[in-house]
């Protein structure tokens, strides 16, 4: 993998309609680090990430990698769906990539990422037999196997039950290590636990304030208390 870069957006501006979403923004994600989005729904999160991604054009400005070189083929993505592909082993959903491309598909690097996130008793199975969580998992794998250097995340844990939630933040946090990642969540804990950096975004146009992080190494326990007290300091804001 190549080095993980920061992203720059420059004077961006984005509407909908009459809507102004952005005007202007200027924002640096942290290259290697996890950067969490949050903020009220319908705030703009998801259309930061697309235009992170490349997947939507702002209106003016720039979205820049702060190395010079394209960010284009360098982002992942991971949604609240799987979108694993139902007819598609689990083994075939992690290389689907590589079949897209026409590449050989790399058996090995598969086998050894399906271990990492447990499921290699589950490598042939489809994936409407294994449980939303393991169907994360997998798709944790595939993100992984595509080995890009950004990775842009959106609600990716919020369909999952507390406690697979919590083990599916461990594990993205350990194995996403290192690279640039930006998780939009609407989970308090989840932002307080994964954080290098928390941004809150509010308003329309929308403004971002950067947030305090409590100390300690991502991922933070469940049960550290500067955790659980930012934690409530975070939804008390939000609230406002
Ligand atoms: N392609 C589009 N065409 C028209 N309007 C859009 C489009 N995409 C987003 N919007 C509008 O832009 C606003 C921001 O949407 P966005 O999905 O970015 O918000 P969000 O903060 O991610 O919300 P949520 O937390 O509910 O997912 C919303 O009012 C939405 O209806």
């Known amino acids: 993998m190549s080095a993980p870069p920061a992203i720059r957006l420059e004077g961006v501006g984005l509407d909908f309609g009459s809507a102004p979403l952005f005007r202007n923004l200027d924002l640096r994600i942290g290259g290697g680090g996890i950067t969490v989005l949050l903020g009220a729904s319908g705030v703009g999160k998801t259309s930061l990430l697309r235009m992170l991604g490349g997947l939507e054009k702002p209106g003016y400005g720039h979205v820049v990698a702060d190395d010079g070189l394209p960010l284009a083929g360098r982002v992942a993505w991971m949604g609240q769906q799987d979108l694993l592909l139902p007819w598609a082993s689990i083994a075939d959903n992690v290389m689907l990539g590589a079949r897209l491309r ?3 598909p790399d058996r090995a690097r598969m086998a050894h990422l399906l271990e990492s996130v447990g499921l290699s008793a589950h490598a042939g199975a489809l994936p409407a037999t294994l449980s939303g969580g393991m169907r994360q998992r997998a798709a944790l794998a595939r993100v992984l196997y595509e080995d890009r250097p950004v990775v842009l995340m959106d609600e990716p844990f919020s369909a999952l039950d507390s406690i697979t939630r919590a083990r599916m933040q461990d594990l993205a946090a350990h194995m996403l290590a290192r690279r640039t990642v930006v998780l939009i969540t609407h989970d308090p804990l989840e932002a307080c636990r994964l954080a290098d950096t928390m941004l809150l975004m509010s308003g329309y146009p929308a403004t971002i304030e950067e947030m305090t992080v409590p100390a300690g190494t991502v991922p ?20 406002q």
């Open 102 to 104: 026409g590449d050989a």
């Open 220 to 239: 933070r326990a469940v049960d550290d208390p500067a955790v659980l007290s930012a934690q409530s300091r975070l939804l008390r804001r939000m609230l």
